[in-house]
């Protein structure tokens, strides 16, 4: 739900994103998910989205989103998303238009100045590390035929599956899929393609095994990092 939002939200928050010229892609997000997400959250079970925005800035935009149990008010998950606006000519950021900047920081929330954070990554993959290769496909292109935001991630959770059933990681020893994810942070870093081959590593944090990095390489170097710190079967019990 949160992934499909994007540029239709925006479009709620200032109906005038309708008569921009904006063409944008997801730069990074920063995403941290309640164990109650995990427990009640279901297709008929009513939740309320919630979406403002926090920041803006040269040529892109931040917003806070979240999901919120309609029963109890408890917040199921919270994302900030940052979008870029790209020149749909060059392929690159390009700068927001004078009067939509102004008409948008005159919208920002109350709340504060919530731009989406740095992400603190070891400077050197470690000497122990997981390996894992895919190939980007057709269908993982946007508009502006990049690999998508989502597919990264998917490509992370496919090297973490793999590294997991060879028994790579200390404490994340079944499939992936048993360990939800309690926070999330990746940020994109260059361009891949259809076609490209990638090298997609990953490695456990020395003090919390349930934080995995992740990066993703392809032929001219690092194209996407990101970390994730999963939830123990203890935590959810």
Request: proline share 15%; hydrophobic share 40%; charged share 35%.
């Given at each position: 739900m949160l992934e499909m939002s994007r540029l239709n939200d925006f479009m709620l928050i200032s109906p005038e994103f309708h008569t921009t010229k904006m063409r944008s892609f997801l730069f990074g997000s920063q995403l941290k998910a309640s164990k109650h997400l995990y427990k009640t959250a279901a297709v008929d079970h009513p939740m309320k989205f919630h979406m403002q925005l926090s920041n803006v800035g040269r040529s892109s935009i931040d917003a806070e989103q979240s999901l919120v149990d309609d029963q109890t008010g408890t917040v199921l998950v919270q994302r900030i998303v940052r979008i870029v606006n790209i020149d749909?000519?060059?392929?690159?950021?390009?700068?927001?238009?004078?009067?939509?900047?102004?008409?948008?920081?005159?919208k920002i929330h109350a709340s504060g100045d919530n731009q989406l954070p740095r992400?603190?990554?070891?400077?050197?993959?470690?000497e122990k590390h997981f390996v894992h290769r895919e190939s980007v496909r057709f269908s993982d292109m946007d508009f502006v035929f990049h690999s998508n935001q989502g597919s990264y991630l998917l490509y992370a959770f496919e090297c973490a599956a793999m590294a997991a059933s060879k028994g790579f990681y200390s404490k994340i020893l079944d499939d992936i899929c048993f360990y939800p994810a309690k926070s999330a942070l990746g940020l994109h870093v260059a361009e891949c393609f259809a076609g490209d081959a990638l090298q997609v590593i990953t490695w456990e944090d020395e003090k919390n095994p349930m934080l995995i990095y992740f990066v993703v390489k392809n032929k001219n170097g690092v194209a996407y990092n990101a970390k994730v710190e999963f939830y123990s079967p203890e935590e959810l019990t």
């Open positions: 749909p000519l060059t392929k690159t950021a390009a700068p927001l238009s004078d009067d939509l900047r102004k008409l948008l920081k005159e992400l603190e990554f070891p400077a050197d993959v470690p």
